[in-house]
C-alpha cells in the first residue's frame, strides 16, 4: 500500500458528508460500548449472570447505549447547525 494514492478526503468532504465535527464524542461512546459489552459477557461467564458485578457491568453498558442513541439523535436533527449559522451571518474578521 505504501505510495499508492486510495483516494482524496477534502475539507469540504469533512464539512459536508460527515458529522464528526459536531459530534465527535460519538465515536468514543461506541469504543466505550464494546468495551463494557465485552466486560459484562467476561462477568457473565465468570459469576453468572444473576451477580452483583454483571448487574453493575450491565448498568454501564445500558447508560453507554442511551448516551449513544442520544448523541445518534442529536446530530441526526441538527447536523450543521453551526455551520449553517456561520454561513448565514458571517462575521469580520480584523487583520
Known amino acids: 500500500m505504501r505510495g499508492d494514492l486510495i483516494g482524496i478526503v477534502s475539507v469540504a468532504d469533512i464539512l459536508f458528508k460527515s458529522d464528526f465535527l459536531t459530534n465527535p464524542k460519538l465515536l468514543l461512546v461506541e469504543r466505550a460500548l464494546q468495551e ?12 453468572g449472570t444473576e451477580s452483583d ?40 474578521v480584523a487583520v
Do not use: M, T
Not at 36 to 47: C, G, L, R, V, Y
Open 36 to 47: 463494557a459489552n465485552a466486560e459484562a459477557q467476561a462477568i457473565a461467564e465468570k459469576e
Open 53 to 92: 458485578a454483571f448487574a453493575a457491568a450491565w448498568n454501564k453498558v445500558r447508560e453507554l447505549e442511551a448516551e449513544k442513541a442520544y448523541l445518534q439523535a442529536g446530530a441526526a436533527s441538527q447536523p450543521f447547525a453551526d455551520l449553517d449559522a456561520a454561513v448565514a451571518a458571517p462575521q469580520p
